[in-house]
């Protein structure tokens, strides 16, 4: 993007310079027409293309649907008991309650308003892109060349748009200010600085394929976006759907799995389940506003 911004301001310096050739001159203004004309094609084919917008928007597709936490590093402090004898603590057991929930509100509106921010960058760059294809298709060489100035402007604008978006690191770290206070028993030790920052985990999704019911159970399995294979809890969700229309839920039941995959035993033969995959609430848990769910019948 920093590169189409550079090719812009090049060529709109050049057009400065260089005056538009006088209607006498028709194969110099053809020309130029020519040229300019490939310039802006070249690029709504790279830098503005709608592969690129497109591969933006798939990645912000995915950052809804994560999971995002606190992170608050070191996880673990040296600390002194009162007979001066060293301890490895869990910095969380440190943390004011109070000033962590204060944290988690700061971090969830800071979240929401990026997200607002790329729903507007994202759909600037898909008009903008829309709007110059029109003037190379629409537009002769006369206005199109009469127009330049306004084409330039355009393509600075979105450019801009797109440079902006590229440096939201999405999914990625966020940072946080923050005014972390100890519990008040710790507030007189001496700790090494800590850093709070947002920590982002990629959604569950169910493995569509390896996902299926038998007579009186049902086996799940599901999956990150990134493949990710640490082992942590996870939450599966399930709940009899009881009416006609399969709408209305019936009982249900959590079960937390540590593994990519579970079976389900007891389910009656013959009924619909719906089953929702999920994490587990924690202390630094902030936001999350998506689950996948599946259907199986029996």
């Known amino acids: 993007s920093f590169g ?4 812009i301001s090049n ?5 400065l310079e260089v005056a538009t050739p006088s209607e006498g001159h028709g194969d110099a203004r053809q020309q130029m027409y020519l040229q300019k004309r490939n310039f802006v094609l070249r690029l709504l084919q790279t830098s503005l293309s709608l592969d690129y917008i497109q591969h933006h ?19 673990h402090v040296q600390t002194r008991d009162r007979n001066h004898v060293m301890h490895r ?15 988690k509100r700061k971090g969830k509106k800071q979240i929401e308003i990026e997200m607002l921010l790329i729903a507007e960058l994202l759909e600037h760059l898909e008009r903008g892109h829309e709007e110059l294809r029109c003037y190379l298709t629409t537009w002769d060489m006369i206005t199109f060349l009469s127009q330049w100035h306004l084409i330039m402007k355009k393509l600075w604008q979105l450019c801009k748009f797109m440079a902006t978006l590229t440096s939201l690191d999405v999914p990625g770290k966020l940072y946080l200010k923050h005014r972390l206070l100890l519990r008040s028993e ?18 569950l999704i169910f493995d569509r394929n390896e996902s299926f019911a038998h007579k009186d159970s049902a086996k799940l399995k599901w999956f990150t976006e990134n493949q990710e294979s640490q082992v942590e809890l996870y939450e ?16 249900g039941r959590i079960q937390e799995v540590i593994s990519t995959s579970c079976i389900v035993q007891g389910l009656l033969p013959g009924r619909s389940y719906e089953f929702t995959i999920g994490r587990p609430d924690t202390q630094t848990f902030i936001l999350v506003k998506w689950h996948d769910s599946i259907t199986l019948t029996t």
């Not at 399930?238 to 209305?248: D, G, H, I, Y």
Request: with cysteine.
């Open 57 to 75: 928007r798939n990645k912000f597709e995915v950052f809804k649907k994560c999971y995002f936490y606190v992170d608050i590093e070191p996880h």
């Open 11 to 15: 060529e709109y310096n050049t057009s």
């Open 186 to 203: 710790f507030r007189g030790s001496r700790l090494p600085m800590f850093s709070v920052s947002l920590r982002v985990k990629m959604p």
């Open 236 to 251: 599966l969700r399930f709940k009899l759907l009881t009416s006609e229309n399969e709408s209305e839920p019936g009982y």
């Open 89 to 103: 603590t869990d910095i969380m057991q440190l943390i004011d309650p109070y000033e962590l929930l204060k944290i």
């Open 4 to 7: 189409a911004m550079a090719g």
